[in-house]
């Protein structure tokens, strides 16, 4: 990972993250001036460095907090017009189905369908649900 900045504080870009996987987050985070480009792996939990491809564990109270910021983001998204369907993956098995107008955490996309924890376990729903 390049030299260790000893000391040096743990500070997350928040902008940055992007959920490329039902378990898998792209995210980008400073060791004091040193930017790095990573992946977190959030059922391990562990996270990924791009420039060395060197799988990384929490050593201390900032990078678990770290992981758990990046694993555990979301934004809010209404689903405007119940009932809709949660699903396992695109157009897949249903999970469980919102009956009413609610707000849920959105935490990325796949193309049209985004992922959502609503039914307590990551699921998937269609673009055309839910209103930003």
Same mark, same amino acid.
């Given at each position: 990972?390049? *030299?260790?900045?000893?000391? !040096?504080?743990?500070?997350?870009? &928040?902008?940055?993250? @992007?959920?490329?996987? $039902?378990?898998? =987050? ?30 990384? *564990?929490?050593?201390?109270? !900032?990078?678990?907090?770290?992981? &758990?910021?990046?694993? @555990?983001?979301?934004? $809010?998204?209404? =689903? ?53």
């Amino acid at each position: 990972m390049g *030299q260790a900045v000893t000391g !040096a504080p743990v500070q997350l870009d &928040a902008c940055s993250f @992007n959920r490329v996987s $039902l378990n898998s =987050v792209n995210f980008t985070y400073y060791l004091g001036s040193q930017k790095i480009n990573a992946q977190a792996h959030c059922q391990n939990p562990t996270w990924t460095t791009f420039h060395d491809q060197v799988t990384h *564990q929490p050593q201390s109270t !900032a990078t678990a907090n770290m992981l &758990a910021r990046v694993c @555990n983001s979301g934004e $809010l998204a209404v =689903v405007f017009d119940p009932p809709s369907n949660i699903r396992a993956s695109p157009n897949g098995a249903i999970l469980c189905t919102v009956q009413s107008r609610v707000s849920i955490k959105i935490y990325g996309n796949q193309g049209e369908w985004y992922y959502t924890d609503f039914c307590g376990s990551m699921g998937m729903i269609h673009t055309s649900q839910i209103h930003f």
